[in-house]
């Protein structure tokens, strides 16, 4: 079985604060893993992949995610935040027939 | 490439109605998941369809189905609705099965209102 826990539900930084975002993943088999982010009203949007390649990750936007086999984690890092940043941020992991989202978190930039 | 499609994008209905939602893939892909999203309970997994065949499920009431044509485009229908039904409805298609072909993106989603 496989599954996704992201740490904190919410998450509020300073505009050109750091931006983490946790996500711990369980899996009996070499994930695949993901990093999806959401604006209001809108569907979700791919921001990066791990794919069994490298294990750092740059995505979209100056984001990007490490993973790390020992601790299970996938973590969600841009050195700087930006108003535009505020939204609700997904991991999600594909290790076999399906893919399973975590519950989410949602990330507040303040001025 | 055009991405995946959703329709319509807003609906209000009134309880006891039902509604049917459509969904149309990213030309290729052969899976079509469907989710649930509401403020409550985040991003619930309803079910998908791959080649027309329902491949997973997920925990909701029997008045929530689906079916998946022979062009990948998927329908989701809800019977009998209730005032607790209302949400964003989000598709999502992928090319298949097995992790190498499970990254799945979404449409802009359905907003259901139940009056």
């Known amino acids: 079985a496989q599954s996704v826990t992201q740490l904190g539900s919410h998450v509020s930084v300073s505009e050109g604060a750091l931006v983490l975002l946790r996500c711990n993943y369980s899996?009996?088999?070499?994930?695949?893993l993901f990093w999806y982010v959401q604006y209001p009203n809108q569907g979700l949007q791919l921001l990066l992949k791990?794919?069994?390649?490298?294990?750092l990750v740059k995505g979209i936007n100056d984001f990007e995610a490490e993973f790390k086999k020992s601790e299970t984690s996938f973590h969600l890092t841009k050195p700087s935040a930006h108003m535009s940043d505020a939204a609700e941020y997904f991991c999600a992991v594909s290790a076999t027939d399906d893919m399973r989202f975590g519950a989410g978190t949602r990330l507040t930039v303040k001025p | 490439k055009a991405g995946v499609t959703q329709t319509p994008r807003y609906l209000i209905k009134t309880r006891g109605q039902q509604v049917t939602l459509s969904c149309s893939p990213i030309?290729?892909?052969?899976?079509v998941s469907w989710y649930q999203q509401t403020p409550g309970q985040g991003l619930q997994f309803l079910f998908e369809y791959f080649s027309e065949t329902q491949r997973n499920k997920g925990n909701f009431p029997g008045r929530f189905s689906g079916r998946q044509f022979s062009n990948s485009r998927s329908e989701m229908n809800v019977s009998t609705l209730e005032l607790g039904d209302s949400a964003l409805y989000l598709c999502?298609?992928?090319?298949?099965?097995?992790?190498?072909?499970?990254?799945?993106?979404f449409g802009p989603g359905t907003r259901l209102t139940v009056l």
């Open positions: 899996s009996s088999v070499p994930p695949y």
């Open positions: 030309s290729g892909h052969r899976s």
């Open positions: 999502a298609s992928s090319l298949g099965a097995g992790k190498t072909y499970n990254e799945q993106f």
């Open positions: 791990y794919t069994s390649a490298a294990t």
